[in-house]
């Protein structure tokens, strides 16, 4: 019997694009991580599937405890507060919609009924510089841009991320408190780059159209200054 500790992360390029996940789930002796991913799906699917994955992997252990931390509310809020309401209404939510990712959520959430007692969740802030976080989000990162990513599997002690160190780096957290701020700013224009050719674009909606179902990169301009510059960035 052993304690468990659980990183998981999902990424989609385009959302919905290519996408993958990735998972940590170690004991105080063994680490393993896992990931795969998808030619086209979306990032609150690949979180949730690298929860389920995860959990699924760690049940096998025999644990005493679980603790599983993400930085994806989606799963969070589904897994402890709308999935009973989901089963009770017939998967309809209560916008009255279809609920979405039915196929991922309907077998998460009965494994979750085997092992709730056990288990713990923990909403982590992403990208301020947690080491099991950030790994995950590499491993994520690096499946749905189909990069080589080597999955460590072995004992805790070689693993050589430190994921009991929760600290936060407080430059990163007031770098993603700056990009939030941001994102508030009104756009002065939109520039994406698929294939090699970079288009500007004056609304969200041409610009989403465009990167939409592929790899691509996109970022907002504030400013005409801004924009040369992101236009030369992706050149």
């Not at 589904?78 to 009973?84: H, I, M, P, V």
């Not at 041409?206 to 005409?224: N, P, T």
């Amino acid at each position: 019997m052993s304690k468990i500790v659980i990183f998981t992360d999902g990424a989609s390029k385009g959302n919905p694009g290519p996408g993958g996940w990735g998972a940590i789930v170690a004991d105080e002796k063994l680490v393993e991580e896992l990931g795969a991913g998808e030619s086209n799906t979306t990032n609150n699917r690949m979180e949730l599937r690298a929860a389920f994955d995860a959990l699924a992997h760690a049940a096998k252990w025999s644990a005493t405890h679980i603790d599983i931390y993400t930085d994806s509310s989606y799963v969070i809020g589904g897994a402890t507060k709308w999935g009973s309401g989901w089963r009770r209404n017939g998967w309809i939510t209560s916008t009255k919609q279809s609920v979405s990712n039915r196929d991922l959520w309907e077998p998460f959430l009965n494994l979750l009924d085997e092992i709730a007692a056990t288990m713990r969740w923990h909403n982590v802030g992403g990208h301020v510089g947690i080491a099991g976080n950030e790994r995950v989000d590499t491993i994520a990162s690096g499946f749905a841009l189909g990069a080589p990513i080597r999955l460590y599997s072995g004992p805790r002690a070689g693993y050589g991320i430190d994921i009991a160190n929760m600290t936060v780096d407080e430059s990163l957290q007031q770098k993603k408190s700056e990009t939030r701020s941001r994102a508030k700013m009104k756009a002065f224009s939109y520039i994406s780059e698929v294939d090699g050719e970079v288009l500007v674009h004056k609304t969200w909606g041409e610009c989403e159209a465009r990167v939409r179902g592929k790899k691509a990169r996109f970022k907002k301009a504030v400013s005409a200054e801004e924009e040369a510059q992101i236009i030369r960035s992706f050149s």
